[in-house]
């Protein structure tokens, strides 16, 4: 079965320092790959997404950057930390589209367990 | 455009009660839609998911949602609410060409005994 990754759990940063969150994915292949954000009141935002190495679209102009270095791994950085880059982050998966669409496959994203960022 | 709304952000209910989370969507194609649950400090789980087969959706943990296209709802119900039901509740909606969800802004359950 497949499952998903990330760390840290959580992260206290000061403003200015760099940040490193990263995502792995087991159990499938040349998945697509996700980070979202949600901050403390809001909805979940939609920061970047690959569907494949080295292939990354970003949805939102920020203070960060995201990048694939294998098929499986997903990390999203920061060289340099804003107090508004606190929040909850979340690493997700879908498989590639073209499978068949029952609870378990097709179009479903899947998510981790999430990632506490703290900029103090 | 393509968006969800979902028109509670608080609800409450007491154990042994039916729950009801109300979604609204908007779609130029067929949609095809989610429900997560949070937990405090966790992930997204997957409750269920509509894509065009079967209306009625059953889910996980006895919840099942409705597919009305001519209300452009998916509203989400479970008959009898447990205390493990207290969490968020996000309505999803893939976009982006299938790559993608667009999700509401999640409506808070809270069980009372």
């Known amino acids: 079965s497949q499952t998903i990754h990330q760390w840290p759990a959580t992260l206290v940063q000061p403003v200015g320092s760099p940040l490193s969150l990263e995502c792995t994915v087991e159990?499938?292949?040349?998945?697509?790959l996700y980070w979202y954000r949600q901050a403390a009141g809001r909805g979940l935002q939609l920061l970047f997404y690959s569907v494949g190495i080295g292939q990354i679209s970003s949805e939102v102009p920020q203070n960060l950057s995201a990048s694939r270095p294998q098929d499986r791994q997903f990390i999203l950085s920061s060289k340099k930390l804003l107090l508004s880059d606190s929040g909850f982050y979340l690493c997700?998966?879908?498989?590639?589209?073209?499978?068949?669409?029952?609870?378990?496959?097709?179009?479903?994203?899947?998510f981790g367990e999430g990632s506490w960022l703290t900029v103090v | 455009a393509q968006s969800v709304t979902q028109l509670d952000s608080h609800v409450s209910v007491s154990e042994g009660t039916p729950v009801l989370l109300r979604c609204n969507y908007s779609s130029s194609y067929s949609p095809s839609l989610f429900w997560y649950v949070q937990h405090p400090n966790k992930g997204l789980q997957l409750l269920l998911k509509y894509t065009s087969a079967a209306t009625l959706v059953k889910g996980i943990n006895g919840f099942e949602a409705e597919f009305k296209k001519s209300e452009t709802s998916f509203h989400l119900t479970k008959p009898s609410a447990h205390m493990s039901d207290a969490a968020e509740y996000f309505c999803a909606l893939l976009t982006g060409g299938g790559n993608k969800l667009t999700f509401g802004t999640g409506t808070q359950l809270k069980v009372e005994l």
């Open positions: 997700a998966w879908s498989p590639t589209k073209g499978l068949t669409t029952s609870l378990n496959s097709g179009n479903t994203i899947y």
């Open positions: 159990g499938t292949s040349n998945p697509n």
